[in-house]
């Protein structure tokens, strides 16, 4: 079987895919995510994880890379990680009470063969109104400072999720129902 390294750093695509059982090794992209404000948000999530696979790509001759993208839509705006405490609280503060998207796109790319698939989930989530108390503590306490949107679906921040409409494990990263149903493309059976 082929070797499939997961270009990223991400603990929580690394949990995902060990949750279902794909044997993978680490070899994040560092690549500099440059937004292009022409495109939607799910392209976008495409594009950079369409960048990540083929900087990764350059390190190995016969391997399946599979990278991936998250950031959160609001309102015309689109949030990646944030920077710092004050970023975060912004964030937050806009998502309170509102609902926004949470898209993912990710790239599965054989080195050998070159074939390439890219995908993407949206998933939609409200929050309920957040205090700013609430923002101070849970930034305090969670430092989300590597999450898009400044939190993690499944974690402390559920706390704040009234509804989710689509894909529960886009939202935390990693669409494990897209990405096992394309490895089989790749010859890999999740079962």
Not at 24 to 42: H, M, Y
Not at 83 to 97: P, Q, R, W, Y
Not at 145 to 156: I, N, P, R, T
Request: hydrophobic content about 40%; some cysteine.
């Amino acid at each position: 079987m082929k070797k499939i390294i997961l270009a990223s750093a991400s603990p929580r695509r690394k949990q995902l895919l060990e949750q279902i059982g794909v044997k993978f090794e680490i070899c994040p992209s560092n690549i500099e995510e440059i937004l292009d404000p022409r495109l939607s948000p799910r392209k976008q999530v495409e594009v950079l994880s369409v960048q990540k696979a083929k900087k990764v790509a350059q390190e190995y001759s016969d391997a399946i890379i599979l990278s991936a993208d998250t950031m959160v839509s609001f309102d015309g705006e689109v949030f990646g990680k944030p920077k710092d405490a004050e970023d975060a609280t912004v964030m937050l503060n806009k998502l309170s009470g509102k609902v926004h998207s949470v898209v993912t796109g990710f790239t599965l790319l054989d080195t050998k063969t070159l074939k390439t698939v890219t995908g993407s989930t949206e998933t939609k989530l409200w929050f309920r109104k957040i205090s700013k108390e609430e923002i101070k503590n849970f930034i305090i306490r969670e430092k989300p400072y590597d999450k898009a949107g400044a939190y993690a679906v499944h974690e402390l921040a559920s706390i704040f999720v009234e509804k989710i409409e689509g894909d529960f494990f886009g939202a935390v990263g990693l669409s494990v129902f897209l990405v096992a149903k394309e490895l089989k493309k790749f010859g890999i059976k999740v079962l």
